[in-house]
């Protein structure tokens, strides 16, 4: 079993910036892709980022993509999510999930984080 820890959201100003963290214990974490996903208010959780077990192989959305960035440190078991540039459109709860397979689909995570908002005011 693996749990995961997500902290880090909050309320702020478009244009600003957030340092999303996952700390991961259970299993070894190295073992795994790691992934962000999101879902904000009556839609769908759709894909965010991805890393690879080495952390040398990431995927982010288009929507995303140039201002997100994924990173891990397996030494500290912790998958992080640098979010610059903020958009009210980024508003939701991001989810961190571990899976055996770097993948841009949900169903390809076997295990999940509670979530942590974050909320982008215009």
């Known amino acids: 079993q693996v749990q995961l820890v997500e902290s880090g959201g909050g309320l702020v100003q478009a244009g600003a910036s957030l340092r999303l963290s996952c700390t991961a214990s259970?299993?070894?974490?190295?073992?795994?892709?790691m992934g962000w996903f999101r879902q904000a208010p009556g839609k769908e959780r759709e894909f965010v980022a991805t890393?690879?077990?080495?952390?040398?192989?990431?995927l982010y959305a288009d929507s995303v993509k140039g201002r997100f960035t994924i990173s891990r440190d397996n030494d500290k078991n912790t998958v992080y999510l640098q979010m610059n540039s903020l958009k009210p459109e980024d508003t939701a709860v991001y989810f961190c999930?571990?899976?055996?397979?770097?993948?841009?689909?949900?169903?390809?995570?076997?295990?999940w984080g509670q979530g942590t908002q974050v909320t982008v005011s215009s």
């Open positions: 259970g299993r070894t974490f190295s073992n795994y892709a």
């Open positions: 999930a571990v899976g055996r397979t770097y993948s841009r689909s949900a169903g390809n995570y076997d295990y």
């Open positions: 890393t690879s077990l080495s952390g040398g192989l990431k």
